[in-house]
């Protein structure tokens, strides 16, 4: 069966400090990825997708960055976080050809200082 | 754009009740519609997804109904329990170009009292 690992699942960082979260799957190849947030009255928001190793979208401007290393891991990165970037993060991926049930992680909670 | 829009924001029932939650949607193109249920501080797991061509899905004592052409959903719950107590999120799944992308509605906040 898949499953989806993403870690950490709290982290309390200070402005301008590098941020890295890490999400993988397992159980499945060649899925769609997503990295989606979650603030405080706004609803989930999709933030990147990738269909592929190094294929990546950006869904809104913004002061962080995604990548794909490995078919199923999935990394969200930031060279230096603002308070505007807490928030909760939620990995989620689609079997191909993309149109299947969509499973989340378990989350992050970034809280920026 | 799509817009979901997901009613009531909160309901409070007694344990027993059946009751009905509401998803709106702007865009009727979408090609699934998908459930999903939060506990605080979690992640969202998922409840029903039906595809385009679908009218409904069950699964226990879930109901979801789909009527593409007037972009609503509803979701069903009979016989509610405290363990039902939850966020439930409606999502609107993109097709074509768009990768499988969800829109979310903004969620209905559950509490079932014993």
């Known amino acids: 069966s898949q499953t989806i690992h993403q870690w950490p699942a709290t982290l309390v960082q200070p402005v301008g400090s590098p941020l890295s979260l890490e999400c993988t799957v397992e159980?499945?190849?060649?899925?769609?990825l997503y990295w989606y947030r979650q603030a405080a009255g706004r609803g989930l928001q999709l933030l990147f997708y990738s269909v592929g190793i190094g294929q990546i979208s950006s869904e809104v401007p913004q002061n962080l960055s995604a990548s794909r290393p490995q078919d199923r891991q999935f990394i969200l990165s930031s060279k230096k976080l603002l308070l505007s970037d807490s928030g909760f993060y939620l990995c989620?991926?689609?079997?191909?050809?993309?149109?299947?049930?969509?499973?989340f992680g378990q989350g992050t909670r970034l809280t920026v200082v | 754009k799509q817009e979901v829009t997901q009613i009531p924001a909160a309901l409070s029932v007694p344990e027993g009740e059946n009751l009905v939650l509401n998803c709106s949607f702007t865009?009727?193109?979408?090609?699934?519609l998908q459930w999903f249920r939060q506990d605080p501080g979690k992640g969202l797991t998922s409840l029903l997804l039906?595809?385009?061509?679908?009218r409904e899905q069950t699964s226990g004592r879930l109901n979801a109904s789909l009527d593409k052409s007037s972009g609503r959903s509803t979701l069903y719950i009979a016989a509610s329990q405290p363990g039902d107590s939850a966020t439930y999120l409606c999502?609107?799944?993109?097709?074509?170009?768009?990768?499988?992308?969800?829109?979310f509605g903004q969620g209905t906040i559950l509490t079932v009292h014993p």
């Open positions: 989620a991926w689609r079997g191909p050809p993309g149109y299947a049930e969509a499973f």
């Open positions: 999502a609107v799944g993109a097709g074509g170009t768009s990768y499988g992308k969800l829109t």
């Open positions: 159980g499945t190849s060649n899925p769609n």
């Open positions: 865009d009727s193109a979408i090609y699934n």
């Open positions: 039906i595809q385009s061509s679908q």
